[in-house]
């Protein structure tokens, strides 16, 4: 288990963390989420004690990091794939780690097959792609058979066969009762993987729920095809909703309710001929929730009409 006690990290006159408070517990994949610059890789820098807390702390069981006497057979990370020894070979820079915590040899082997990399042990490190410096990232963390795992954007670099390979190895960790910590930007991966998601902006927690509980109240779209789209469009827009024309004529209403749309095609005497709820995603939940914390945004784009 991972606890965030009133975690806070000051920079100079930067507040990167500001009293971060949660827990990640065993037995399901929970998501970090949080736009760029929200205090995501310092605080799991903090909890593997790679920097030092200015207030609070991070616990591993109930442990500083520091505290932990062989760390590899508590915790495993993966936060940079590519910093590793360019001119180590993989299976010596898993040997060097293996010994440093006490862990026989043979445990490298077996990890190197499991992620799918035993052909290129023997090659230096310098000359992997992003998604086999990824995959011998995550044999690192695997090493020491650890019961709590930090994972910082692991799928990067990894084709869709391998997104899909962890996904499936997340969810066989969290099912062993693992504590599995996973920050990724990717929302439409979080909303499949993680059974939890914790969001974070500008170093400061704003929720944390499941997927479901945090778009089940969320306003989504109506997907609308009707047979005169420019009167619903003018009776929506008094009704103050929100029109876009999308592909094949269909039109995408926000701001109101698909009983809303209806009624006022109904009382214009329109035929409505497709009038579909879209649930909100997770992305959508995730912009209106963090709309306030990101640090470099735009405004609403016009497009040209050449398309």
């Known amino acids: 288990m991972l606890k965030i006690d009133h975690l806070s990290k000051k920079y100079s006159n930067t507040l990167a963390v500001d009293d971060l408070n949660f827990d990640v517990n065993p037995g399901v994949v929970t998501g970090f989420l949080g736009p760029n610059g929200s205090g995501k890789s310092t605080t799991m820098r903090i909890i593997l004690g790679l920097d030092h807390p200015t207030k609070g702390r991070a616990t591993i069981n109930g442990l500083d990091y520091h505290d932990l006497k062989e760390p590899l057979r508590e915790v495993g990370a993966l936060l940079d794939a590519k910093a590793v020894h360019p001119g180590r070979t993989a299976r010596n820079h898993l040997r060097a780690l293996a010994a440093s915590n006490k862990i026989k040899r043979s445990r490298v082997d077996d990890v190197l097959d499991f992620v799918g990399i035993s052909s290129v042990a023997n090659k230096k490190v310098g000359g992997f792609s992003l998604g086999m410096s990824q995959r011998l990232g995550i044999a690192g963390a695997l090493l020491g058979d650890p019961g709590v795992l930090l994972f910082d954007e692991p799928v990067n670099g ?94 995408t209403v926000s701001g109101l309710t698909s009983d809303q749309i209806g009624r006022a095609a109904f009382e214009a005497g329109i035929t409505v001929l497709e009038l579909t709820p879209q649930r909100a995603s997770l992305e959508d939940v995730f912009i209106d929730l963090t709309a306030e914390s990101v640090e470099f945004g735009g405004g609403k784009i016009e497009m040209p009409h050449h398309e």
Not at 167 to 187: I, P
Not at 210 to 219: E, F, G, I, K, Q
């Open 158 to 251: 990894l084709d869709p066969e391998g997104i899909r390979w962890i996904r499936d190895f997340f969810r066989s960790l969290a099912n062993e009762g693992r504590t599995v910590f996973v920050s990724s930007h990717l929302m439409s991966e979080m909303a499949v993987t993680a059974d939890q998601i914790i969001v974070i902006g500008r170093g400061r927690f704003i929720t944390q729920g499941s997927v479901d509980d945090l778009t089940a109240n969320a306003t989504g779209t109506v997907i609308v095809r009707s047979s005169d789209n420019a009167q619903l469009t003018s009776a929506i827009l008094t009704l103050k909703g929100t029109v876009q024309l999308v592909h094949d004529n269909d039109l």
